[in-house]
Structure formats: structure tokens, C-alpha cells
């Protein structure tokens, strides 16, 4: 599928884009012509264990799809260096369009298991770095956005904030991402700025291709992380966007609304579960 350069000018900032998710939502933004901020850990090869990636080779490909990729090292775990990230890019660009709140730290070891039998630390991993890295990432977007009255706000949840997914932390985690969104929404509105959760389906990412088994997800049938980023695409691109705002969105019901394909030209089924009448 051949993307049209419909986000050229347009100045995005997706975080925890090394791998995964996030790199798949800079590269669909890339694609669309986007100038795009990745951030994360991951400088070097090796960073994350055995998972590749890094925040250099996301801005490469960002680069190489047509738009123009800038890697910049960031901890969200540290809000002196997201308050220093988002200065920087007022500093370099006229005005910062598009948030993606993707970062997550998933804990080392075993986490598919009873709440009881886990390290209570895992609750402050993954709360730590997702929603409260979401929070903080979003107070310093709001403060750039609010003044030219416009802007959009993707915060990365899943389907874990409804259904059981992973663990308890997990599902308390999403859940919050998602009230999050809706009361950001609530508040940014009248200012022109749109806030929404995404909600991809099962994507075959880098960690889930090779931990399956302690990720608990089976990716033989999932999305590619760049569905996701052309979703993110069509919606900084919708006029209408603003009447989405404080909802949950679903990349593949996204994807018949806007006319969107993953990479193989498919179209991959929506996991919501349908109500019975």
C-alpha cells in the first residue's frame, strides 16, 4: 500500500519507539511524511537484552519511508529529562502537533501468573513508566499545544483495560490509560485538542516473537506495530478528529473507517467482542 505524504509539516513525538509499537506508529507517521521525535533507552544494540533495536535505527527508517526521523535518548521514568525533551523540540520545531504516549516497562521474569505470587514492584514498573510516564509526557504537550489552540494526543492502552490480560498490574494499568484519556479529553477540548487510547489487537513485536510463552499472547495471527502508526496517520490527519476525543479507538476498526491496510494489504479483524441483543 502506497502512502500519500498527507502529514508533511507535520511535527510528531512518539515515545518508547525503539521497538514494538512505538517504532511501528513513528514509521507509519514517516510514511506520511511526519517529522517525528522518537525517544526511549535503547542507544546502543543490546540495550533491552536480547530485543534489537534502537531509537537511532527508528529514526533512520522514519528518514528512509519519506518523512525525517530524530532520535533523542529520554528516560520517562525521569521527568527532568522529559521536561528537557520538550524543550528541546520547541527549541528545533515551530510547534509540536502530535503526542504518542507509548512507553512501557514490562518487569523482568515471570509475569503471567496470580497477583499474590509476583514481586509487589511490578505494580511500580509498570505504572511508573505507561501511566504516569503518560501523565507527564501529556502536561508538557498540553502546555506547548494549548496556546495555538489545536494539537492530538494518542496514548497507547489495549484491549487489557476491559478484558484479563497479563496480570492484575497490567489491566489496572490500561484501564487508568484510558480514563486518562477520556478526562484529558474532557479538559483539552475546548482548546482545539484532541485526546484518544489506542487500542491495537495482537501485534507481532520484537519481544512478543521471541517470549510468546511468558507474554502470554500467541502473535501467529497478529498485526504488524505499523498498522498501528498508520491509524495514528489517518487520525492527526482527520478534520474531524475532535469529535473522537476521550474515546478508545480499535486499530482495525480504524482501519475499514479510514481505508487503511497493514503491510500485506490485509485488514485484520477487530478483537472487540460483539454485543449480544
Not at 507517521?29 to 534489537?52: D, H, K, M, Q
Not at 521527568?79 to 520547541?90: G, K, N, S, T, Y
Not at 520484537?206 to 502508526?229: A, N, V
Request: net charge positive; hydrophobic share 40%; with cysteine.
Amino acid at each position: 500500500m502506497k502512502m500519500n505524504k498527507t502529514l508533511e509539516g507535520t511535527v510528531a513525538l512518539v515515545t518508547g519507539a525503539s521497538r514494538g509499537v512505538g517504532k511501528g506508529i513513528a514509521l507509519g507517521l514517516g510514511e506520511a511524511g511526519a517529522t517525528v521525535y522518537v525517544t526511549g533507552r535503547s542507544i546502543t544494540s543490546g540495550t533491552s537484552g536480547s530485543l534489537p533495536g534502537t531509537i537511532g535505527e527508528t529514526a533512520e527508517q522514519v528518514t528512509a519511508l519519506g518523512g525525517r526521523g530524530i532520535a533523542i535518548a529520554c528516560d520517562h521514568g525521569d521527568d527532568a529529562q522529559v521536561e528537557a525533551l520538550f524543550a528541546r523540540i520547541a527549541s528545533e520545531a515551530p510547534g509540536l502537533d502530535l503526542l504518542v504516549n507509548n512507553a512501557f516497562a514490562i518487569p523482568d521474569g515471570k509475569v503471567t501468573a496470580p497477583f499474590w505470587e509476583l514481586p509487589i514492584d511490578q505494580w511500580d514498573t509498570m505504572h511508573r513508566v505507561g501511566l504516569r510516564s503518560h501523565y507527564v509526557a501529556a502536561v508538557f504537550a498540553a502546555k506547548a499545544m494549548v496556546p495555538k489552540k489545536r494539537g492530538l494526543i494518542v496514548n497507547v492502552s489495549s484491549f487489557g483495560a476491559k478484558i484479563y490480560a497479563v496480570n492484575v498490574a497490567y489491566g489496572a494499568g490500561k484501564a487508568g490509560v484510558d480514563r486518562l484519556s477520556r478526562d484529558m479529553g474532557r479538559e483539552l477540548k475546548p482548546h482545539g485538542i484532541c485526546v484518544v487510547s489506542l487500542w491495537p489487537g495482537i501485534v507481532k513485536t520484537e519481544r512478543l516473537l521471541l517470549e510468546p510463552d511468558r507474554i502470554g499472547f500467541d502473535p501467529t495471527h497478529g498485526e504488524t506495530p505499523q498498522f498501528s502508526g498508520r491509524a495514528v496517520a489517518a487520525l492527526t490527519a482527520d478534520a474531524k478528529r475532535l469529535e473522537k476525543t476521550g474515546q478508545s479507538l480499535v486499530v482495525a476498526e480504524m482501519a475499514r473507517e479510514y481505508g487503511f491496510t497493514d503491510l500485506d494489504g490485509s485488514q485484520p479483524a477487530s478483537l472487540r467482542r460483539e454485543k449480544k441483543g
